[in-house]
């Protein structure tokens, strides 16, 4: 919520603010405008269209003094187009000189600066306080002197109003509120570094200011898309946002010549309002574009906003905004694609034109719910997987045609199948939907992709791995493709060249947890347990809260004979992700130690548990392990290959096998799955 011009005048003022707080910013342009200032305000609703989006864009970049009003309104709400209209700002104010008086923040209640959530460069000015928009002459009087240098006056008029050189104008200034003790700063760096931003820190501080390093390591095609930022009232909403991201990042992906970052990376910057953020994720991603956008909805009304940005400096390169009913949210999608490569001046061929061109349904409901269903599935957990299944039961019901939803099912069942149903009948269904997928589209890669891992699942080796690999001649940047490619590989031992898929995976998408996780795993099992545990940290400080980045390093420790902290880091994993599975870890580690009595209390749990649901046979292997029970460990294991169970998949390569590779009954089992070559 913002302003609109009744003149074309370059010494205006912008009021910008937060349409709850209309009234208070009322009395303070009527103040304003009685001094003879002229301001540019109104309380309507935003009128949208990319005519209207213009004229606010040409009024910060033509006003002269910009004034942010700031309120516990602006500071309780993360979104918003005034947001917008705050960082537009403050890009404009770097191009200015320090004398320039342009940013001018007013906060009309209590809200301190220290802790307002805000461009950085409006606290590097002096802040004014009107409470509730109450302005005085004194206040009137100090914009106008201001606005002086405008209105002709000798430059040696008031600049720019820096906290070292001025004192707040206002009686109701206190200048505690104007400090930030050192103490708080250093709290402010710990709950970073807390939060899993310690890599901000430590990589950008040096970078500030800079730009040469970006423009030198940055592909001149290239482009990172930030989550469209849900700006309706209902949360629920949300994955209306999260859906035009990931679809904008799965079609620009199959543009040959421009790289695209994937999606975990994209999702890693989701919510942040940091300043200066487009160079940011330039020096992060190592792109020279941005896409970044918002979506509102209200009843079947759609706004969507998208803009295309230069990171070097800021440039707008497009920008457009779409007021449509929610069944043209595909059209959409199309339209802001074509939009997106025009701009880049990127040269398509046939096939790049197809993509761009081709819809996966018509249908916009069930497009709907198939958004609904990744939204649910990417989220991880056992909870989630529930719901995305779902959903794309419904969007299938909808459109039988449906081929990505049909994927969408079979992935669910591969990530999350073997511990909720028996792996058995988990990859027998997951390849039956992947198959669905192909017979409708019989090129589309994530259906190969699909199926390969359901084959490979079922520990049909070759397989498994003519799907993945026809799925990346199809999509080579399909980064999960290339990721469980290198799984594959590596369970037949084969770990330079797995090494070099899982590379390929983490250059598609660098701030991914699963692939450094996942690249950390590989290394184990090549018995390179230090190059494993700094890949593990690495995922960490990607999301401290991805429990198998620790349960990876529980097991480096285990054979670096640090068994208490192994158990330390088995322990996080289950207060992280409090499922059966992890079991195995933590009783292996107290049967090591000579804890016996709780290890065997894990397998009594696991009895009891096994009496109301599916439970994994793969825990009890490690726990008799750990005991010394070879017999009774290859019992289980016998029952982990009837039930397909992903513990059999590591049999070949993994160390805590090591004990009894050498036992007769241990080398048929490894024949039976077919990874005794």
Not at 7 to 18: C, D, N, R
Not at 529 to 548: H, M, N, P, V, Y
């Amino acid at each position: 919520m913002s302003v609109s011009p009744t003149t074309s005048s370059s010494g205006a003022v912008f009021l910008s603010y937060a349409r709850e707080d209309s009234a208070a910013v009322q009395r303070v342009a009527g103040a304003l405008r009685a001094a003879g200032v002229e301001v540019w305000f109104d309380q309507n609703e935003l009128v949208g269209g990319d005519a209207w989006d213009a004229k606010i864009r040409h009024q910060i970049a033509s006003c002269a003094l910009f004034v942010p009003v700031l309120s516990a309104t602006t500071q309780a709400r993360r979104e918003g187009y005034f947001r917008l209209e705050w960082r537009l700002a403050a890009q404009r104010s770097h191009m200015m000189s320090e004398r320039t008086a342009f940013l001018f923040p007013v906060v009309i209640d209590a809200t301190r600066d220290a802790e307002a959530d805000v461009p950085v460069e409006f606290k590097a000015v002096q802040w004014t306080r009107l409470a509730e928009g109450a302005s005085t002459p004194q206040f009137c009087e100090h914009v106008a002197r201001l606005l002086a240098p405008v209105r002709g006056a000798p430059a040696s008029s008031p600049a720019v109003p820096r906290k070292a050189d001025v004192t707040p104008p206002m009686s109701h200034a206190r200048g505690a509120d104007r400090r930030i003790p050192a103490a708080v700063w250093i709290a402010a760096v710990v709950l970073v570094i807390s939060l899993g931003g310690g890599w901000w820190w430590r990589s950008d501080r040096a970078g500030v200011g800079t730009r040469a390093p970006l423009a030198e390591k940055t592909a001149e095609k290239s482009i990172a898309v930030l989550p469209f930022v849900n700006l309706g009232a209902d949360k629920g909403d949300e994955y209306l946002g999260d859906g035009m991201t990931e679809e904008l990042l799965n079609v620009l992906a199959k543009v040959k010549g421009l790289r695209v970052p994937g999606r975990s990376s994209s999702f890693a910057f989701k919510g942040r309002t940091d300043e200066d953020i487009f160079r940011k994720v330039g020096e992060k991603l190592h792109v020279g574009t941005v896409l970044e956008g918002s979506v509102r909805k209200t009843g079947n009304k759609l706004r969507i906003t998208a803009q295309l940005i230069n990171v070097a400096d800021g440039y707008h390169l497009w920008s457009e905004t779409y007021d449509r009913e929610m069944t043209d949210l595909l059209a959409i999608q199309e339209e802001v694609s074509l939009q997106v490569v025009k701009a880049l001046r990127v040269t398509l061929g046939v096939e790049e034109s197809r993509v761009l061109t081709k819809r996966a349904t018509v249908n916009p409901e069930a497009h709907r719910l198939y958004l609904l269903g990744r939204y649910h599935f990417a989220r991880g957990n056992f909870s989630s997987s529930t719901s995305a299944d779902r959903y794309f039961n419904e969007a299938i019901k909808l459109d039988p045609d449906y081929a990505l939803a049909y994927c969408g099912l079979a992935d669910n069942l591969g990530f999350f199948g073997g511990n909720l149903i028996a792996g058995r009948e988990a990859w027998a269904r997951q390849k039956e939907l992947a198959e669905k997928a192909l017979k409708v589209e019989p090129d589309l890669a994530e259906a190969h992709f699909s199926l390969g891992l359901a084959l490979a699942d079922q520990s049909d080796w070759r397989g498994g791995e003519r799907g993945i690999r026809r799925a990346l001649e199809l999509n080579p940047k399909l980064a999960l493709a290339h990721d469980q490619l290198a799984w594959l590989l590596t369970i037949h031992g084969k770990f330079d060249e797995a090494l070099q898929h899982s590379n390929q995976a983490v250059e598609l998408d660098p701030l991914s947890p699963l692939f450094r996780v996942d690249r950390a795993w590989w290394l184990y099992h090549a018995r390179r347990f230090d190059e494993a545990s700094a890949e593990a940290r690495k995922a960490i400080e990607l999301d401290q809260g991805f429990a198998t980045a620790y349960a990876n390093l529980g097991w480096c420790l285990v054979w670096k004979q640090d068994l208490a902290g192994a158990l330390a880091m088995f322990q996080k994993v289950k207060s992280l992700d409090p499922v059966p599975w992890w079991d195995g870890s933590v009783g292996y580690v107290y049967a090591a130690t000579g804890e016996r009595a709780k290890a065997n209390q894990l397998l009594s749990d696991l009895d009891e548990l096994a009496k109301g649901r599916y439970v994994s046979p793969g825990p009890r292997v490690g726990i008799y392990l750990g005991l010394g029970e070879n017999e009774k460990a290859m019992d289980w294991l016998e029952k982990c290959i009837e039930d397909q169970d992903g513990t059999c998949w590591n049999l070949k390569v993994d160390p805590g096998y090591d004990g009894v590779r050498h036992l007769p009954r241990f080398q048929a089992m490894l024949k039976k799955v077919g990874l005794d070559r």
